[in-house]
């Protein structure tokens, strides 16, 4: 409720009054606490439904001050990023793409997600793949298709080597760049990766499963617009 917010928000000024500086990875136990009760209560993702988007931004300006400090501030944040971090800037990127259209801001955000996650989990993680994808579909947005598909094929690449090529997070992979294609109008190119996800999924899911469906209507639609 409002009061559990007012107290989120105290609890982070108090954190960025206090300058956060500590040598234990991670921060201290204040700060590692806060850290993990925004993580519990700022979840935002790109099915988060409409009627939850106002409890979550009236957490966003907490969130946004702690990654500010934690993440933004410079090469030399007062505290090591963590993964926790890493998640709740992702989150506020995905709501200030998703509910707010504010690609440019989700942009500087998702750049701010990756580098935490290559310098904390390395670059073959599948988190690693995801920052990868979201910078894609920022991208995809914004019309920038070659920066979408570099973006794209990044995260393809790893979730390949990661989860094998039979995945249906590499089929959802595929489908992305099949999306990015036929935006362009290289329908050849779009009809290869609709049909490489719809394989995978076919395989994996069955053929009564939605993504299977909405792959044949993707393919459908490109087969049209030749």
């Known amino acids: 409720g409002p009061g559990t917010v007012g107290v989120m928000h105290q609890l982070v000024q108090k954190c960025l009054r206090d ?32 009627s939850e988007w106002g409890r979550l931004r009236e957490l966003g300006p907490a969130v946004r001050a702690w990654s500010a400090v934690m993440v933004l501030d410079g090469p030399a944040p007062p505290l090591a990023a963590t993964t926790d971090d890493a998640a709740l800037l992702g989150s506020l990127a995905v709501m200030v793409h998703t509910a707010d259209g504010d690609a440019a801001d989700a ?25 990868y994808n979201n910078l894609g579909a920022v991208h995809n947005a914004q019309g920038d298709y070659p920066k979408a598909i570099e973006f794209y094929d990044k995260s393809l690449k790893i979730l390949l080597k990661v989860l094998g090529p039979a995945h249906p997070d590499v089929a959802t992979s595929y489908n992305n760049l099949g999306l990015v294609y036929n935006a362009q109008g290289d329908y050849p190119k779009a009809i290869e990766f609709y049909d490489k996800s719809l394989k995978i999924y ?19 639609l490109v087969y049209d617009s030749q």
């Open 202 to 220: 076919l395989k994996v899911l069955g053929p009564e499963h939605p993504s299977v469906a909405t792959n044949h209507n993707n393919l459908g």
């Open 19 to 50: 300058a956060l500086v500590s040598d234990t990875p991670g921060g201290t136990d204040v700060v590692r606490g806060v850290r993990r009760m925004l993580c519990g209560r700022f979840r935002f993702g790109d099915d988060t439904p409409p």
């Open 107 to 131: 942009l500087t955000m998702e750049k701010a997600v990756l580098a935490i996650r290559l310098k904390v989990l390395g670059p073959a993680h599948p988190d690693v793949a995801t920052s």
